[in-house]
């Protein structure tokens, strides 16, 4: 399983990279993509949508299930990922790379883990 050091992660496994300036971007991480196997499309949000930390803001259809996809942050949807709208699997081919939304004017952060509190966390499950 692929976890990146300089993303923090949500439970429901979602990884989330702060990038400065009160915006960052949110995805599905490694453990996720694996567990739903083969995406086949992505409900993506709204540029300008609020999205809240522990909360919902799209969802992902995969050959096995729907899921929910939940933000580890509270803010404004800036940029969402157009490309995952005709090319879903690219989350299965590169997780960390397939980002879903850029969210700025962050006020809040949820219960998000580092990188070591993860893998620990997955070895749980």
Known sequence: MNIQ???KYTKSHEWVKDLGAGCALIGLDDYAQ???SELVF???P???DAVTAGESFCDV??????SDVFSGVTGEIAE???ELADNPQK????PFGAWIVKVANITAYGD???ATEYKAYCETL
């Open 5 to 7: 050091s300089d993303c």
């Open 34 to 36: 694996d567990q739903l």
């Open 42 to 44: 992505v409900n993506l």
């Open 46 to 48: 709204e540029v300008g």
């Open 61 to 66: 259809e995969s050959v096995k299930a729907v």
């Open 80 to 82: 969402v990922n157009e």
């Open 91 to 94: 989350i299965n081919e590169d």
């Open 112 to 114: 998000l883990m580092d």
